[in-house]
């Protein structure tokens, strides 16, 4: 989420997070994203209805999409280091 | 980040990928888990092997979309249930079908089949799923939601619910019925338009039918009510980043297996506020529930279909010691509880922040038994008792008071430290049976990340966990419960394909010197894209499997496991 600043600007990209905290902790999304100064959209889920639409099992689940709506590379899963291989694919469509 | 789906996208709205996946000739999707589970016998932890050896959970859910039009379905099997699961799923079959139709133009979306819903913050209609314990409420009937103009959203649902599987989707007893209306004030009044206070007051009403009869309580003969009643009056109002909600909820009287079959009716109050005060961001919950557990058969208990759901007030913890050993969960029959978070972040690139900057987090939840009276005499035997105020009664059930710092200190380390302080009544929460009463417990975490190489890392937990001490008749002291507890957690990962973990979990201070195990588990993993598969082989000890507060007991064992997830 450091890098979203830079690459907004090299590539135009704009992300969207859907929390999926449920209702006990819905509540506790918005002071969070506050604090931690995220400037991308947020969206709740609660009930998991765009969970399931999207067919996600484990969260994080990264998706990204080109300029026509195109699914292009999904990731399930995070570990440090896979923001690497999107900032790669990124760049692959804005060339 | 551990919550999030994250969608990266090129000049878009979301409502752009949506309409992306819809073609003329429809669009099939659809995933898979599967969970496969050997035992071995180690009478140290009480882990046993079931007869058919195995255990085996498996799912899919297929969905065809076409327009407007979707359907879809999940074939679920049960060859056996892996332990922990309830025993009693059984076999493979279609546990969940549905056909929608939605037209978001003219605001009408009509679902016939299964489906979840949840009303408002859950606390009269909340039908949800989670997997990984096999809980799931499901609605079996139609929904329709109706919105039809800018600011006024309708729900109504109607169906019974999902109660056990067995080759087929088998439903509770009862009916519910409901009905949910949410208006946005800023939308349908032109001069609040462009207010920065926005209003969306909310209501919603829930029925249950059941069929009744008669019961017999000391020499008085009761009739069952066979319809159940409950409404809620809300409300959220927003300020700038500011946001405020309130909840009243009433129920009329609900017999049930739970309550004791008294007739006293149930009542909610919640209300919440969060803001923040220059960079200090914070978050105060206050809630009172008495008396509402609703089933849609008044007889069943426990994890058997709820139609509601109070969600537990203390922060869902992540860190294995913290998260598995006292998890708390609403008390059922009432609590008065509390919860206020605290956040703030130390800036980047200033004095104390750092390069990176610093967060903070401080959270306290309480939650204490109702300040009740018992009654006396046949009100008594009917009522039960009686609720002298929202406030808190006597008995504390738990208080959780837990401070977070995290710190990235360069491109290639970072770090997360945590303590927690506990008191945890477990008569109130039942978590355990080698201690009743309240347990005392300090919990430290250290978490490291360690950037080794390019796209390589090695992240690491040290956890300690220690209870306080008890006096037993003769005056000699041990410690509560099973005691002191470490856990340390290695974990390598090379992104974006591999991982290997390795925990152990040390019950070095258990006052029985027998029981002071390692409980060793590693597992390895390999990820790609949207497809996932995971081999772990060690022990886990009985304890509580926790998902978003909802806990299921899970016995001891020892074995080989592997998960494979994967969606397309």
């Known amino acids: 989420m450091d890098y979203y600043g830079d690459w907004q600007e090299e590539t135009g990209v704009k992300i969207v997070a859907v929390s999926i905290d449920d209702s006990r902790s819905t509540n506790r999304v918005s002071p969070y994203i506050m604090s931690s100064g995220w400037e991308f959209e947020i969206l709740l889920d609660p009930a998991g209805d765009f969970k399931r639409a999207m067919q996600v099992m484990n969260v994080p689940h990264t998706f990204l999409y080109n300029g026509n709506g195109e699914l292009v590379w999904s990731h399930n899963n995070y570990s440090e280091g896979d923001e690497e291989e999107l900032y790669e694919e990124l760049l692959k469509l804005v060339d | 980040m551990k919550h999030f789906i994250t969608i990266f996208s090129l000049g878009m709205l979301l409502n752009g990928i949506v309409d992306a996946q819809e073609t003329n000739t429809g669009v099939v999707s659809g995933n898979i888990s599967v969970l496969f589970q050997t035992y071995q016998e180690d009478s140290l932890i009480g882990a046993v092997v079931p007869p058919s050896k195995s255990g085996f959970n498996a799912y899919s859910n297929i969905i065809y979309n076409q327009g407007n039009f979707t359907a879809g379905f999940r074939y679920e099997s049960y060859l056996n249930s892996v332990l922990g699961f309830p025993g009693r799923f059984k076999g493979s079959g279609i546990g969940y079908r549905y056909a929608r139709w939605s037209d978001p133009e003219i605001g009408v979306d009509v679902t016939v089949g299964n489906f979840y819903e949840t009303f408002g913050g859950g606390v009269l209609l909340r039908s949800y799923e989670e997997r990984n314990l096999g809980l799931d409420n499901a609605m079996d009937g139609v929904r329709l939601l109706l919105s039809p103009i800018d600011g006024i959203d309708v729900k109504m649902v109607y169906g019974k619910q999902r109660l056990d599987f067995d080759s087929?989707?088998?439903?509770?007893?009862?009916?519910?019925?409901?009905?949910?209306?949410?208006?946005?004030?800023?939308?349908i009044i032109p001069a609040l338009k462009d207010s920065k206070l926005r209003v969306i007051p909310a209501y919603s009403f829930v029925s249950r039918f059941q069929e009744g009869g008669n019961i017999v309580k000391d020499t008085l003969i009761l009739e069952l009510p066979e319809n159940v009643a409950g409404w809620e009056y809300g409300a959220t109002i927003h300020y700038g980043m500011w946001k405020g909600g309130i909840g009243i909820t009433k129920k009329?009287?609900?017999p049930s297996a739970d309550?004791?079959?008294?007739?006293?009716e149930g009542e909610a109050l919640m209300y919440y506020l969060t803001g923040n005060i220059k960079d200090l961001t914070f978050l105060f919950q206050r809630s009172t529930t008495d008396n509402m557990s609703f089933r849609s058969d008044r007889d069943l208990l426990l994890f058997d279909a709820p139609i509601n759901n109070i969600p537990a007030i203390t922060k869902p913890h992540t860190y294995n010691l913290a998260a598995t050993l006292y998890p708390y969960a609403t008390v059922i029959n009432g609590e008065s509880s509390f919860r206020g978070e605290l956040y703030y972040n130390l800036k980047r690139g200033s004095k104390l922040g750092g390069k990176y900057g610093t967060k903070m987090n401080l959270v306290f939840a309480t939650s204490y038994s109702l300040d009740t009276t018992n009654l006396s005499g046949i009100d008594g035997v009917v009522n039960g008792?009686?609720?002298?105020?929202?406030?808190?009664?006597?008995?504390l059930n738990v208080q959780d008071i837990s401070f977070e710092i995290e710190r990235k200190f360069s491109k290639t380390f970072k770090a997360k430290a945590m303590y927690m302080n506990l008191i945890f009544n477990t008569l109130a929460t039942p978590v355990t049976t080698d201690y009743k009463g309240l347990v005392n417990a300090n919990i430290y975490v250290l978490e490291t990340q360690i950037r080794t190489k390019k796209r390589q890392s090695l992240r690491t937990e040290f956890q300690l966990l220690t209870t306080g001490k008890w006096r037993d008749v003769e005056g000699q002291l041990f410690k509560q419960d099973k005691g002191d507890w470490a856990t340390v957690v290695a974990e390598y990962t090379w992104s974006p394909h591999w991982f290997v973990n390795i925990t152990d979990q040390y019950n070095f201070g258990n006052p029985n010197i027998e029981k002071r195990v390692h409980y060793l588990y590693g597992s390895a993993g390999y990820v790609n894209g949207s497809h996932r598969l995971s081999i772990g082989y060690g022990k886990r000890r009985e304890g509580i499997f926790c998902v978003g507060g909802v806990c299921r007991a899970v016995p001891a064992s020892n074995g080989l496991e592997v998960t494979f997830t994967s969606s397309f």
């Open chain 2, 385 to 395: 008792y009686q609720r002298n105020s929202w406030g808190f009664g006597d008995s």
């Open chain 2, 259 to 264: 309550n004791g079959y008294i007739y006293k």
């Open chain 2, 168 to 187: 087929r989707l088998i439903n509770s007893d009862g009916i519910v019925r409901g009905l949910d209306v949410e208006i946005s004030l800023n939308d």
């Open chain 2, 252 to 254: 009329i009287n609900d």
